[in-house]
């Protein structure tokens, strides 16, 4: 299975049947391919959509529906529609339960950088500020290091940040960790990754869940 | 108040907007745009403008096309990543550009239409955005304060309108638009259909016609797709 595939699956395991959940463009978007069958979960967009369905076929495509990763999409049964102030009220309001969001940097407090690299063309945030601050839990999927081999988990983000100490959870393809009041805790490690891989890989200071390994 | 605010041509609707005004323009992506009106100010020539926008077109469609007459000075929009002649404008110099995360540009459009000069959030704490910025900490968090907007003109796309400038919108394209026909201090609003007065039901409609001075018909809208994702049939 392919680097991103793994961490993707295992962040499906964080939806719970019922949740309201904003996936972030790119990997945190596979995800909605993955949600059990069973489950009712509602995905909301920025754009003003709450009920995302699957892409559609050419006889239902529809310009005037898409997605905040600009792609055409469908709505499910009980999809609303609704004005970007609107969209944005129930993410700052904190109706959403659930952001999956893809990251360039977590720092070990859990502050995040995922909107912006000086020297290179800008782009903007689009709405990652405003997901970080409003969704109950904000969880972050990325590679665990960069193309250089580099930690991607940090004492300090080097980045611009996009929020300070807002993630909950990072899931890579090595390890979990999760972000408490005494700082950033190891919890889980990936199938075929090992303690000591972790340990080599991250930047951060890190403690080891109670009874891990 | 004028009970038939229907014009017919676009150039019309436009040529009151005046080199170095600010327009807020409905839109996200390209779903939603009011492609006439920015297509009349193209040939309009109008320029100096600031545009507030949550993204600037593509190259060749949208906003984009203000940017290629090089009649845009100042964009302030959440995500202008789709645009090339965007980055050469920006990085040479010409272009200046104020990134807003896209929650507070519509909260700023939104406020500014509706009198509210500024207002609290968290988003962008810690951040670059949060420079220069009052800060205030309410319940124990921080928050910056953020300034309503408004614009000389606003530029919105409908799906309907009646005679008076009630409109409904059309999922997804309703995104900005009605924030932005709340905050022009003259509303234009393009439509794929006008109704006469009474046909539209008074609890479908999204934005009353209040907000609303000028209203026209468009046709042939193009609706360009960025990201055209299908999946197939199976079977």
């Given at each position: 299975m392919d680097v991103r595939m793994k961490i993707v699956k295992r962040a499906v395991k964080e939806i719970e049947d019922g949740m309201y959940i904003n996936l972030g463009i790119g990997m945190p978007t596979l995800a909605a391919n993955e949600i059990p069958e069973d489950f009712h979960v509602m995905l909301q967009s920025e754009n003003g959509l709450l009920g995302i369905g699957p892409y559609p076929t050419e006889e239902q495509l529809d310009p005037d529906l898409i997605n905040a990763g600009k792609e055409t999409v469908t709505a499910v049964k009980g999809a609303a529609f609704f004005d970007s102030a609107e969209s944005f009220a129930m993410i700052r309001g904190g109706h959403i339960d659930l952001a999956i969001l893809g990251g360039m940097e977590v720092s070990e407090n859990g502050d995040l950088a995922n909107w912006i690299i000086p020297g290179k063309m800008v782009k903007g945030m689009g709405g990652a500020m405003d997901l970080v601050h409003g969704v109950k839990k904000v969880i972050v999927v990325m590679e665990h290091v960069n193309k250089m081999g580099e930690s991607k988990i940090k004492k300090q983000c080097s980045l611009p940040l996009t929020g300070q100490r807002v993630v909950k959870r990072l899931i890579t393809d090595l390890a979990v960790f999760d972000f408490t009041e005494q700082g950033m805790v190891l919890t889980e490690v990936m199938e075929g990754a090992t303690l000591e891989d972790i340990q080599?890989?991250?930047e951060a200071a890190f403690t080891i869940k109670e009874g891990l390994q | 108040m004028a009970v038939n605010k229907v014009m017919q041509s676009f150039s019309e609707a436009i040529a009151d907007i005046g080199d170095a005004?600010?327009?807020i323009v409905g839109g996200f992506g390209l779903c939603g745009i009011p492609e006439k009106s920015i297509m009349a100010l193209r040939d309009r020539g109008t320029k100096d403008l600031t545009v507030v926008s949550n993204n600037c077109g593509v190259d060749?469609?949208?906003?984009g096309l203000l940017l290629a007459g090089k009649q845009i000075k100042k964009m302030v929009s959440s995500y202008v990543g789709e645009n090339k002649i965007f980055e050469t404008q920006y990085l040479s110099g010409e272009l200046e550009v104020e990134l807003v995360p896209q929650g507070t540009l519509a909260e700023r459009i939104r406020a500014g239409g509706a009198g509210i000069p500024a207002f609290f959030t968290q988003s962008g704490v810690g951040t670059p955005i949060a420079e220069g910025k009052e800060q205030r900490v309410f319940d124990g968090r921080t928050y910056i304060m953020e300034r309503g907007i408004k614009g000389d003109f606003a530029l919105v796309k409908a799906w309907k309108a009646d005679t008076m400038g009630n409109l409904v919108f059309r999922k997804?394209?309703?995104?900005?638009?009605?924030l932005a026909a709340m905050a022009g201090k003259i509303t234009i609003a393009e439509v794929e259909e006008i109704v006469q007065l009474g046909e539209l039901d008074p609890d479908e409609i999204h934005t009353p016609g209040i907000y609303v001075?000028?209203?026209?018909?468009?046709?042939?809208?193009?609706?360009r797709i960025e990201r055209k994702t299908v999946r197939a049939v199976i079977g």
């Open positions: 080599a890989k991250t | 005004n600010t327009l060749n469609w949208g906003l997804t394209s309703r995104n900005f638009n009605p001075k000028r209203v026209l018909l468009g046709s042939n809208y193009e609706k």
